[in-house]
Structures are given as C-alpha cells and as structure tokens.
C-alpha cells in the first residue's frame, strides 16, 4: 500500500525559532497534499492543500506567513512553522493523494508532535 | 461548504458485540464521498472504508460496513464483533463535488471496547 512518512515525529522547540516538517510520500508520487493540525482528544482541522509546482492554498483564519508551505518535488511537501510559539504546539498530520485521475484515497503521514516551549 | 456532525462524544461497547458509529453531513454537492477513519492513541489515521453518494450499495470491508442512508444524510459506521484493539477515536470525513477536493473531518466518537 500506499506510504506516506513525516519527519520528524516529535519535535521540540523554543519559542521564536522556526520548524520545518517534512511530509514524503515513499512509493507513489502525490500531486496533492494536505495539511492538517489536531489538537489533544479534536478533529482534524485542514490548515492548507498544497499541488505540486504551485502556491498553497490556505484554509480561512490559517496564517501564510506563518505556516510556509512548500510542494517542491511530486515526493515532498514541507510545512513550516515560523517564529513558533506556545500556542503553535499541536499534533500536525499530512496527507496525500495520488495523481491517479479518479482516485479518492488519501495516504496519512503518522503525524509530528510539535511542543514549542 | 460541507459539515460533518458526529454526535457521540464516546460510546462503549462489549467485547464481541456489534457498535454503531453515527455520522450524519451536509452538502449542496451532488456527488460527494465519505470516509471512515480509525486513530489509535498512536496518533496515525488508518482508513476504514468508504462510500461514494452514487453507490448503490453499502459499502463492506470485513468488519466494518457503511449504512449509508442518501436521503437522510447518513453514514454510519456498524463495526461487528468488537475487538479490544477497536478502541480508538473514530472520524468520519467527506469530500466534495470531485474526488480531488480536500476531504474535511467530524469531531469524532471515541470508542472503548469493554472485555
């Protein structure tokens, strides 16, 4: 099936530095991505979709200049989270799908736990 | 916009007995899909199953069934034969007028399986 790996898993940071999270899609390549922030015992909340070769969109009330979102390659998407703060701790997921026309699954990253302190 | 509604914060359920996850939606698209997903404390997202709107039948993956009911904006998730290792958060999502739309999740129903 279908891998989708995120790096790192958990990361730790302090506040007003910069996180980059990397979401790679292993065995397939993914014109789409998605990224989604969870926060403890909550749904999934969509930040951004992000195509290869071109800007991110933005969910509403989602900062772009905060989360930089980059869809360099049809194999990776990096997610940014600049001058992080206490607030920005979250659970992040990505996800992918494939450029298979018609297809509907989305591939989940295994998530990246952000504690900024 | 769609809008998923899970209504059951948390639901128990005995061992080996079968448990019905409520999920209803709403969208103005005509043609929509809908997922089920499970998340263990692990954090990862593993697909259940999936329906799309103009498939007439439910759709089946070995324990897990999908009633889906178009008329009533319903899917729900019927998991038989519980397991210890069913309990976990479960979400149900949905995309949009195509199968490339950005697919957008319920608030979840948390599910112990008692032995």
């Known amino acids: 099936g279908a891998v989708v790996s995120q790096h790192p898993s958990w990361v730790i940071c302090k506040s007003g530095t910069s996180v980059k999270i990397e979401c790679r899609s292993l065995?397939?390549?993914?014109?789409?991505m998605f990224w989604y922030r969870q926060f403890p015992k909550k749904s999934l909340m969509l930040m951004a979709t992000?195509?290869?070769?071109?800007?991110?969109?933005?969910e509403q009330g989602v900062e772009k200049d905060k989360f930089l979102i980059n869809h360099a390659s049809l194999t990776l998407s990096t997610l940014t989270v600049t001058s992080a703060h206490p607030e920005d701790s979250s659970f992040y997921i990505c996800?992918?799908?494939?450029?298979?026309?018609?297809?509907?699954?989305?591939?989940f990253g295994p998530g990246t736990r952000l504690t900024v302190t | 916009a769609q809008k998923i509604t899970q209504t059951q914060p948390g639901m128990f359920v005995q061992e080996k007995e079968a448990v019905t996850l409520d999920c209803t939606y709403d969208?103005?698209?005509?043609?929509?899909?809908l997922f089920w997903y499970k998340q263990p404390s692990s954090g990862e997202m593993i697909f259940l199953i999936y329906?799309?709107?103009?498939?007439?039948q439910n759709a089946t993956e070995g324990r897990y069934s999908l009633n889906f009911q178009k008329a009533r904006k319903s899917a729900n998730l019927v998991i038989s034969a519980s397991q210890l290792g069913d309990s976990a958060m479960y979400f149900c999502?949905?995309?949009?007028?195509?199968?490339?739309?950005?697919?957008?999740f319920g608030p979840g129903t948390s599910l112990s399986v008692i032995p």
């Open positions: 065995d397939f390549q993914a014109t789409t």
């Open positions: 992000s195509n290869e070769g071109s800007k991110a969109t933005y």
């Open positions: 969208t103005s698209d005509q043609s929509y899909g």
């Open positions: 996800s992918a799908r494939s450029g298979t026309s018609g297809s509907y699954e989305q591939y």
């Open positions: 329906q799309g709107s103009y498939d007439e």
């Open positions: 999502a949905m995309h949009g007028e195509t199968s490339y739309d950005k697919v957008i």
